[in-house]
């Protein structure tokens, strides 16, 4: 009868620890596809938004966009992107963006964003989207900002709920 027994204990103990084994295999897989997964996505987008308050930009309120570059020597398109209203009633906006990177170098780019013209005026807001700078790489970690200036001849643009500046890891 001792035998009996313990060739049960010994299948029992084979069973459990060949189970333990496939959880833990099972268990470290999920683990390591969570990592890879989350080191894909997190960072490769970043984006930073002023609001207008009373949309309304005011002609010499410059808005200041801040971000912390982790990342040097690794290739970025950025983008400006501008919300507006169905009152927004200019064909084009000519803007200025100034950026400050961590190196301490300045590059400007003069834009003029050209709009669609809307018919009803109470129609949905939009959106512009405008590329900046194509496979651009930052030369050293640190905080870079954009200065946003408004070149439009009016001292007050109506209609804006927002800009701001997205920038994604280059493809």
């Not at 927004?88 to 003069?110: A, K, Q």
């Not at 408004?150 to 109506?158: D, F, G, P, V, Y």
């Not at 701001?164 to 280059?170: F, L, P, S, T, V």
């Given at each position: 009868?001792p035998d009996k027994v313990s060739k049960r ?112 005026k109470n129609s949905e807001p939009g959106k512009?989207r405008m590329l900046l700078r194509k496979d ?36």
């Amino acid at each position: 009868m001792p035998d009996k027994v313990s060739k049960r204990s010994a299948a029992y103990h084979i069973f459990v620890f060949s189970m333990i084994f496939i959880m833990k295999k099972t268990f470290l897989r999920y683990i390591i596809l969570f990592i890879l997964t989350a080191g894909c996505s997190s960072g490769s987008t970043i984006e930073s938004f002023h609001n207008f308050p009373g949309q309304q930009w005011q002609r010499f309120e410059n808005p200041l966009i801040n971000f912390n570059i982790e990342h040097p020597n690794t290739f970025y398109n950025m983008w400006l992107e501008l919300h507006y209203t169905s009152s927004f009633d200019l064909n084009n906006l000519p803007v200025t963006v100034i950026m400050y990177t961590p190196s301490g170098e300045i590059r400007s780019r003069d834009l003029i964003l050209k709009f669609e013209p809307k018919g009803d005026k109470n129609s949905e807001p939009g959106k512009l989207r405008m590329l900046l700078r194509k496979d651009f790489a930052f030369s050293e970690k640190g905080n870079c900002k954009f200065e946003i200036e408004n070149r439009s001849q009016k001292i007050e643009t109506s209609g804006l709920i927002s800009i701001g500046i997205i920038i994604e890891k280059a493809q």
